[in-house]
């Protein structure tokens, strides 16, 4: 028994003695009862008041004390924190966005690109952040764009935040490094286009769940995959994503490379075809018509499925990251989609001349993981005509 209760007894047998009470008899209505109850206690001396109210003081005390003890967590809530950095209090977001968490340091990364880059920039900050022991949070740009698709953890950082934080710029290239394991500073955005399994294959299984698709993405895309099974008794499901759009031009002019074309298709196509009696592939793309023009489709195991939509890609990316194997050809969309689907990937290789600029930001060994398969891309298209 709790001590306060031990004395609060001592007390009342003390002052009061023992005293049986006659068990009181209903009159029948509540006023009746409430005249007898108060007939009673003005029949009390004024010492027996005295020890009555004293007798209820000790038990709320004692009652008090007791909770506070044993249940100090409940209280803890009240107590506000000193904003000592001079930074503003996050609000509006989890309850982990404290003013503490604040003096402790934020890390952040840019919001740039589309789709594949911004998968790629949030699992590097993700993985860095962890790396170097500081809390990850994003802008809302990147949870607008992400957290529509994919069942995002990340705390984000209010809009009107991000300009009042003494960002320290961090700038990475395309692939890890043994510096980015001693990034210093408690306020760091991570700068550039990173997209490099090398900064999180480590921690594979906790990126995946990052890019967990919310169910009814999920849903929508096995039902038109259910959907193409037809008659069929197995489904070997091989995604295809075709780059084209910008790279087109962007390439050969500027990269000194090239885009898939349709001796590349054929070949990595094959490839799943011979292997698997089942193959059925899904094409998506940003450059359909050039697909249904240069892919084979005479077999009935071909299907164009993709809308093309690069403002709303979530379709088209859940279509082939739910399917068994990838094919792609070249950027980080079909990158993702490999590395989510899992399987088998065929992907596009050296498909830039040996003294392309782009081989400076981009390293190709730290783009496709070594298990996947990469078929030459024909670079007589950029070669001199003799």
């Not at 286009?193 to 919310?214: A, G, K, M, N, V």
């Not at 990838?326 to 088998?344: N, P, R, V």
Request: proline share 4%; charged share 20%; with cysteine.
């Amino acid at each position: 028994m709790n001590p306060y209760f031990k004395d609060a007894g001592k007390l009342l047998k003390s002052r009061m003695g023992v005293r049986r009470r006659k068990k009181s008899t209903r009159t029948g209505t509540v006023g009746g009862s409430l005249l007898s109850s108060i007939h009673k206690l003005s029949s009390l001396s004024w010492f027996q008041l005295f020890d009555f109210v004293l007798l209820f003081l000790v038990v709320t005390l004692s009652m008090f004390l007791h909770l506070q003890r044993y249940n100090s967590s409940l209280w803890s809530w009240k107590i506000n924190v000193k904003n000592t950095s001079g930074l503003p209090v996050l609000e509006h977001t989890t309850p982990s966005l404290s003013t503490k968490n604040v003096d402790r340091g934020m890390w952040t990364v840019n919001s740039i690109g589309r789709l594949g880059n911004q998968m790629g920039e949030y699992a590097t900050l993700y993985a860095l952040a962890k790396l170097n022991g500081h809390k990850a949070y994003i802008l809302p740009g990147m949870h607008q764009y992400l957290a529509t698709i994919f069942k995002i953890t990340l705390p984000i950082i209010p809009s009107e935040m991000t300009s009042k934080i003494p960002w320290r710029n961090y700038n990475l290239h395309d692939w890890m490094s043994e510096e980015y394991r001693h990034i210093q500073g408690k306020y760091v955005r991570l700068t550039g286009y990173p997209c490099s399994y090398t900064f999180y294959h480590h921690i594979r299984d906790e990126i995946l769940q990052e890019f967990t698709f919310h169910d009814h993405i999920k849903e929508d895309a096995n039902k038109y995959l259910l959907q193409l099974r037809g008659q069929r008794k197995t489904v070997t499901y091989i995604g295809v994503h075709v780059r084209r759009g910008d790279y087109v031009h962007v390439m050969p002019n500027i990269w000194k490379g090239v885009v898939a074309d349709k001796n590349y298709m054929d070949k990595a196509m094959n490839y799943f075809r011979e292997k698997y009696d089942d193959a059925v592939f899904v094409i998506v793309s940003n450059g359909m018509a050039w697909c249904k023009e240069n892919i084979d489709a005479s077999r009935g195991d071909v299907y164009f499925a993709g809308d093309g939509r690069e403002s709303s890609p979530a379709r088209d990316f859940a279509l082939i990251a739910h399917c068994n194997h990838t094919i792609m050809t070249i950027g980080t969309f079909g990158i993702w989609a490999g590395y989510l689907a899992g399987g088998e990937t065929i992907y596009l290789a050296n498909y830039t001349l040996p003294d392309s600029p782009f081989l400076k930001l981009f390293k190709p060994s730290a783009a496709f993981l070594p298990e996947w398969i990469g078929i030459p891309a024909d670079l007589s298209p950029l070669l001199p005509k003799s």
